[in-house]
């Protein structure tokens, strides 16, 4: 067994005990940390099969935006799922197997790869030399050429889901206080600040159940 198949055992073992832990673990924000380094063991297995533009996406959009997006809902709502987990064990033998049958033939589809002598290098022959193309060049200028109009049409489609998720949630409330800076442009001292004329002196009125002899003086 050389090196590259002993990372690829190590890297599997972490990520079986990582999901695991994601599904059985009490507190929902240390089931969450487990997803991450669940996340951060599959990235790995990308990099070993020679993915990096994947392994590096997995990172920064699931590690880097998701999962730190769902550790501050639930940290902010407190969300109790003793309720939801109940009946878990119940489910459990068929859970388990189910995640061990895909396991098995994740295992016998990738394997086929690290029997191999020596993994395949994307290349190409320019004139008389050969020289070895990158993965994540390669995606670039096939997924900004021949792919560009559905690469459009998809960030279009988020911008609307961005948009639209903005305005579902962006709802006046009567207990918040805001500024509206249209309002403060068109604001006048006269609208603000009001002089009132006070004599500079002036006597204390007198309590009325004084005796007569200080009303007299």
Do not use: C
Request: no cysteine.
């Amino acid at each position: 067994m050389d090196a590259q198949t002993g990372l690829f055992y190590a890297f599997a073992a972490v990520l079986l005990v990582a999901a695991f832990k994601v599904i059985t673990a009490r507190n929902p924000v240390h089931a969450a940390l487990y997803l991450v380094l669940a996340f951060f063991q599959a990235s790995a297995l990308w990099i070993l099969l020679k993915a990096e533009f994947l392994a590096i996406t997995l990172v920064l959009v699931y590690v880097g935006a998701v999962m730190v997006l769902f550790l501050f809902v639930v940290m902010m709502l407190d969300i109790n799922l003793d309720g939801v987990r109940k009946g878990f064990w119940q489910h459990f033998p068929l859970a388990a197997a189910a995640g061990a049958l895909i396991a098995l033939e994740m295992s016998a589809v990738l394997m086929g790869g690290f029997r191999l002598a020596e993994p395949p290098k994307a290349a190409a022959v320019v004139g008389q030399a050969v020289v070895e193309l990158s993965n994540t060049k390669e995606l670039g200028k096939l997924l900004y050429s021949q792919y560009l109009y559905p690469l459009e049409v998809a960030a279009v489609i988020l911008l609307v889901a961005i948009i639209a998720a903005i305005a579902l949630t962006l709802r006046e409330r009567k207990d918040s206080k805001h500024i509206d800076p249209a309002d403060q442009i068109r604001v006048k001292r006269a609208d603000r600040v009001r002089l009132v004329k006070v004599n500079p002196t002036m006597a204390a009125p007198l309590p009325q159940d004084a005796p007569d002899e200080e009303k007299k003086a």
